[in-house]
């Protein structure tokens, strides 16, 4: 089974400052990951995903991720914040050669920057 | 804009009654996925059809069911609605499984 852990309900930034939400995932084999954006009333937006390469995947908006093989990790980052970003954030995974394409999602971390 | 579009955007409705949610993948991806979200229970797998063909389902209740139709819409039933049932209603689409899912704008149902 496939899981996904958000170990943040909200994470405060100040406007400038570097930003990191936590993702840990949990597959029997290899993981595709990826990270959306849900702002109020709106559908989830795709930012970025890692199905395989490179460990630091860059995507919209300045965001970045690092997937981490050893700590079962795909932290969402960027390197300055701004108000715009405050959002809701899932991270989801699935399991390459699961044979299905169902998507496990986390329970969102609330970004709140403040200006 | 997704591409992906929902009907209607809101409804309302009583405990009891049936309704049906519509939604169109975008243009060329045959795999449409049905999701609930709701404050307490999160973002909620409900069910995945390709092609036609239902693919995998997840907690989705007896009284929900769903059908995707030949030119690739698909439509999610509920029925006996209960008061529970109030959330957001979220359809997805992707090209293949490697792909990420695109999702609609959803439709807020709300039973009273």
């Known amino acids: 089974a496939q899981s996904v852990a958000q170990p943040e309900d909200q994470v405060n930034v100040a406007e400038g400052n570097p930003l990191t939400v936590k993702c840990t995932y949990s597959?029997?084999?290899?993981?595709?990951l990826f990270w959306y954006v849900q702002y109020p009333n709106r559908g989830l937006q795709f930012l970025l995903k890692y199905i395989t390469g490179d460990n630091l995947v860059k995507g919209s908006y300045g965001f970045e991720a690092e997937f981490n093989k050893s700590q079962t990790s795909f932290h969402l980052k960027k390197p300055s914040a701004l108000v715009s970003d405050s959002a809701l954030y899932f991270c989801a995974v699935r399991e390459m050669n699961s044979g299905y394409s169902t998507l496990t999602f986390g329970k969102g971390t609330m970004l709140l920057v403040s200006p | 804009d997704s591409g992906v579009t929902q009907t209607p955007k809101h409804l309302i409705t009583a405990t009891g009654q049936r309704v049906t949610l519509r939604c169109s993948p975008r243009?060329?991806?045959?795999?449409v996925y049905w999701y609930q979200q709701s404050l307490d229970q999160g973002l909620q797998f409900l069910i995945q059809y390709y092609n036609g063909e239902e693919r995998a389902k997840g907690n989705i209740l007896e009284r929900f069911s769903a059908q995707q139709f030949p030119d690739l819409h698909s439509e999610l039933n509920l029925s006996s609605l209960e008061l529970g049932d109030s959330a957001l209603y979220f359809c997805?689409?992707?090209?293949?499984?490697?792909?990420?899912?695109?999702f609609g704008p959803g439709t807020r149902l709300t039973v009273l």
């Open positions: 243009s060329g991806d045959l795999s």
């Open positions: 997805a689409s992707s090209g293949s499984s490697y792909n990420e899912q695109f």
């Open positions: 597959v029997s084999g290899n993981p595709y």
